[in-house]
């Protein structure tokens, strides 16, 4: 049992370049949840999913795009990198929802140059 | 936006001290208020949760209460140890229950001192 896996770890773009951060959770959870973490900001979410097929935006999601396509993925697609998404990123996901009980996944730190 | 302010940003202790991490949420209408654990290079990991109907849970060392009137939860953890030395996060509900979103303060890093 892996929980949440997130790939890769570190990764270096230049500005203007695209990438997809991959998200897999083999825990059968349906809520699943891009975070975003800067230095004293805490945690701020990006993206989020209620179950296959379902999508819905966050608190910060220009410049990014999700998709859904099963229960176990949710990649997180970036256009365009920008300086401003130089940050580390969390997948994670939930079982009950509401009740906050998260797996988090390792994270992937980014850096746009 | 709804926000949960977290303090101190970052909080000295002493081993064998006593760590208090305050937080204060705005209006929320779901009642599940987490403590997240991260040490460096790791995700975020569920320390201890409440749900308000009690005003204190306590899991060994890591203490929640609660304050419902004043919106505000705060950790309490006892006889720190070094091996605590982490960032902790407070999370309040956000949106509808159906979407599971967490609201998370800013973070509170602990250095614990042998």
């Known amino acids: 049992n892996a929980g949440v896996t997130q790939t890769p770890k570190f990764r270096i773009l230049k500005i203007g370049q695209s990438m997809t951060l991959q998200c897999t959770q083999d825990?059968?959870?349906?809520?699943m949840y891009w975070y975003r973490q800067d230095p004293g900001m805490g945690l701020k979410l990006i993206y989020y999913?209620?179950?296959?097929?379902?999508?819905d935006k966050g608190e910060v999601p220009n410049g990014y795009n999700v998709s859904r396509s099963t229960t176990e993925d949710f990649p997180l697609r970036l256009e365009l990198a920008a300086p401003s998404q130089t940050s580390v990123y969390f997948c994670?996901?939930?079982?009950?929802?509401?009740?906050?009980?998260?797996?988090f996944g390792s994270g992937t730190r980014l850096t746009v140059v | 936006q709804q926000q949960v302010k977290q303090s101190p940003q970052s909080l000295i202790v002493q081993k064998g001290g006593i760590s208090i991490i305050n937080c204060a949420y705005e209006?929320?209408?779901?009642?599940?208020f987490p403590w997240y654990q991260q040490f460096p290079g790791k995700g975020p990991a569920l320390l201890i949760a409440?749900?308000?109907?009690?005003s204190e849970k306590k899991e060994g060392r890591f203490t929640i209460s609660f304050n419902k009137s004043a919106k505000q939860f705060s950790l309490h953890i006892m006889d720190s140890q070094p091996g605590d030395s982490a960032t902790y996060f407070c999370?309040?509900?956000?949106?509808?229950?159906?979407?599971?979103?967490?609201?998370f303060g800013q973070g509170t890093t602990l250095q614990v001192k042998p």
């Open positions: 994670a996901s939930s079982y009950l929802g509401d009740r906050g009980g998260y797996t």
């Open positions: 825990m059968n959870h349906n809520y």
């Open positions: 999913s209620v179950g296959a097929g379902i999508t």
């Open positions: 209006n929320t209408a779901f009642d599940y």
């Open positions: 409440i749900r308000p109907d009690v």
């Open positions: 999370a309040a509900p956000g949106g509808s229950s159906n979407t599971g979103k967490l609201i």
